[in-house]
């Protein structure tokens, strides 16, 4: 039985057996990158291109602000302690970029090396990064000079802080500060773009490129569940005006990893319908519509950098199936270094989406999927519950 996105139009599949059953029981450095005219004794420089402010070093490492006066604004908030995050310390979360592998590459750069549309260029160190190329979705534009760009926390550290995060662990809130395992915690961004961001919240800022509204606040919520920040009613109401429903419909529906040699709990996976021209995803598909499904998987780390292969598992009846790369449905032979890939010989170098499938439907659609991936060992790691799709 093969499906492609043209012929699933009849397909009424419902996985009624246990993957898990069947399956499971079986088997500290400071940045040094050039600035012209260098940096003063906070740690910051004037960009002269775009008369922005930027510390990359010191008691400020990592902030931008829309020019030097309004830094000195803020240094002078930061005295008289007139500071709207009341007790938000930005060292409890970022003291300075960390090198969490001891590599000698900081997190900045880091996340430079990864969203890099080319190879970059290291420094002779091998430390930081040169050169490459980033593309700012925030602005529609390409960069290819590092000192051009900040990397933006997605939902800012005070953000974070007056959602929630005040209350965790300073070690969880440095791990969320330089979080490269989740890709849309941090992002490369034009560093006076990402001034005039600051703190702000949807409600109060939005990219320039408009095209890129939705996207920008479904990352958000994103962000937001996974950390499981909270919203403001103004921050609340701006993200469901653009999303055009529930603001819960701006994130994919997730659930946990396991993997299957012990059974111990690692991994995320998740997977969201969205139909037509919609922003925000949906509960179910709707009949007679282009109907997107994809899915996410944010790998374990140890994981990380190895090759493996991206599994759709389907349980029909008393058999198992796996979902090839051209929809075929392989029966399950006990053996899962048998279940075919959906994708394979790929590689995590954080978490990663992926397309199943866009169709329309012309019958009604009720369908349970297993995702997964397998290791170079031969080892699966797997959504421990299946995603319900409907299509109705």
């Not at 059953?21 to 291109?49: E, K, P, R």
């Not at 490269?180 to 001034?195: G, K």
């Not at 978490?351 to 012309?362: H, K, N, T, W």
Request: glycine content about 6%.
């Amino acid at each position: 039985m093969t499906i492609t996105t043209h012929q699933s139009n009849s397909l009424i599949v419902r996985y009624v057996l246990s993957f898990t059953l069947l399956v499971g029981t079986q088997i500290a450095t400071n940045d040094a990158y050039g600035h012209g005219g260098g940096l003063n004794s906070y740690g910051c420089h004037n960009q002269s291109s775009t008369s922005t402010y930027h510390c990359h070093s010191g008691d400020y490492d990592g902030m931008s602000f829309a020019s030097q006066a309004a830094f000195l604004d803020y240094v002078q908030s930061q005295a008289s302690g007139s500071n709207d995050t009341s007790d938000y310390d930005r060292d409890d979360y970022l003291p300075s970029w960390a090198d969490t592998d001891g590599d000698c590459i900081n997190t900045r750069h880091e996340v430079l090396m990864l969203e890099s549309l080319v190879p970059t260029t290291l420094s002779e160190t091998g430390c930081y990064v040169d050169s490459g190329e980033w593309y700012d979705p925030i602005t529609d534009q390409t960069f290819t000079n590092p000192s051009d760009v900040d990397i933006d926390h997605h939902v800012a550290l005070a953000e974070a802080h007056r959602s929630g995060a005040a209350s965790w662990s300073n070690e969880k809130k440095q791990s969320f500060a330089n979080d490269t395992l989740n890709a849309i915690v941090l992002q490369a961004m034009d560093d006076s773009t990402n001034s005039s961001k600051s703190d702000k919240d949807p409600a109060d800022w939005l990219p320039p490129n408009a095209a890129y509204h939705c996207q920008y606040v479904k990352n958000w919520v994103e962000v937001k569940k996974r950390y499981e920040l909270s919203y403001d009613s103004e921050e609340q109401q701006a993200i469901e005006s653009i999303l055009g429903k529930p603001i819960e419909y701006g994130a994919r529906s997730s659930i946990s990893g396991v993997r299957a040699s012990s059974g111990v709990s690692e991994g995320r996976f998740s997977l969201g319908i969205t139909n037509g021209q919609d922003c925000g995803y949906s509960a179910t598909g709707a009949l007679l519509e282009s109907v997107k499904i994809d899915f996410e998987i944010v790998p374990a780390a140890n994981d990380l950098n190895q090759e493996v292969d991206i599994l759709v598992v389907a349980v029909v009846g008393e058999d198992i199936y796996s979902i090839s790369e051209s929809y075929e449905l392989v029966p399950y032979d006990g053996n899962p270094m048998s279940l075919v890939s959906f994708r394979s010989k790929t590689s995590f170098t954080q978490s990663r989406e992926f397309e199943f499938l866009q169709s329309s439907f012309s019958s009604p659609i009720d369908v349970s999927l297993y995702v997964a991936y397998r290791n170079e060992n031969g080892d699966l790691v797997y959504s421990s519950q299946p995603f319900k799709v409907l299509v109705q």
